[in-house]
């Protein structure tokens, strides 16, 4: 038994698709937690979104696949030129601020199979710490079912538990849906919201194996001060919802609470104080 898991660990071949933009300070360190990896990836590709740096650069000077875009489309159209370019079985995304432990792989290959896709807790930092400043854990369910209904009821609020730094799903899955490549923040929402109609099952692994940087230059938190994306964004969410079954009504109102949220008085408030205050209330909400 414990032979024949060694040879699947062995035989599963992961592409790792890194989108890259200005991520010069960091993208030495993401590749380098891939490549050390206890199991090997087939291959890592990185997608230089027509970065103004060295990004790319750097990341094939340790070993990776680098790939430029012609202009700069965003990482919806970055994340699918990445899945186009693979070759793999199966495929992991990473982004390039992020990091993997380094028995990741090793724990996500034993659950991979043709119609099923893994992920992971994790563990976020910011950008002057080097250790853990608390553990994401994603709610537990038991059927896909279940899952099903927390997917949605979390795209209600414009958000999502996981996290696509742990993600790894099957290639055949691109036969059927794709990236919104027109998207340049929550395409990972609607990735996830269209596998779930067609019929991926999601396994969760209960442990923090990535770190999850968290900036202010991260795209959730660019987009509450961008109405056009944010906008776009609500309307592939109320498509994903009615072919979903979730009340028009539902969705509308979830979207009011969602848009006074990032543009109401409040909010306007919030992004005026200081920097460090901001911080520590993101992370009591995380805790409660």
């Known amino acids: 038994m414990l032979a024949r898991g060694r040879k699947k660990m ?13 991520a010069e300070k960091t993208i030495i360190e993401t590749v380098t937690s891939v490549m050390n990896q206890s199991v090997q990836p087939f291959e890592v590709i990185v997608v230089d979104d027509c970065s103004p740096d060295r990004s790319g650069l750097l990341a094939s000077g340790l070993g990776a696949k680098w790939v430029r875009n012609s202009k700069n489309y965003g990482i919806g159209f970055s994340r699918q030129r990445g899945d186009f370019e693979s070759n793999g079985e199966f495929i992991a995304y990473l982004s390039a601020d992020d990091v993997w432990k380094l028995n990741f792989l090793e724990e996500c290959v034993p659950f991979l199979d043709k119609n099923t896709a893994t992920f992971t807790d994790y563990f976020y930092f910011t950008d002057d710490q080097n250790d853990s400043s608390g553990i994401f854990q994603a709610p537990m369910y038991k059927t896909q079912e279940e899952f099903r209904r927390l997917v949605i009821d979390w795209a209600l609020r414009k958000n999502m538990f996981v996290n696509f730094s742990s993600v790894i799903v099957p290639k055949q899955i691109f036969g059927k849906v794709q990236f919104e490549s027109s998207l340049r923040h929550g395409e990972d929402l609607i990735f996830l919201l269209d596998t779930v109609l067609a019929g991926l099952e999601w396994v969760h692994i ?75 209330v993101k992370k009591a909400k995380r805790l409660i």
């Not at 062995?10 to 200005?22: G, R």
């Not at 409040?266 to 200081?274: F, I, R, V």
């Open 206 to 280: 209960p442990k923090p194996l990535i770190g999850y940087r968290v900036h202010s230059k991260m795209g959730s938190e660019q987009i509450k001060s961008n109405k056009d994306e944010f906008l776009q964004l609500w309307s592939f969410i109320r498509s994903r919802m009615a072919k979903m079954g979730v009340d028009e009504d539902t969705v509308e109102a979830c979207f009011r609470r969602s848009y006074s949220r990032c543009f109401g008085l409040k909010a306007k408030l919030y992004k005026h104080l200081p920097r460090h205050i901001r911080w520590t």
């Open 10 to 22: 062995l035989d599963t071949k992961i592409s790792v698709i890194i989108p890259a933009f200005k």
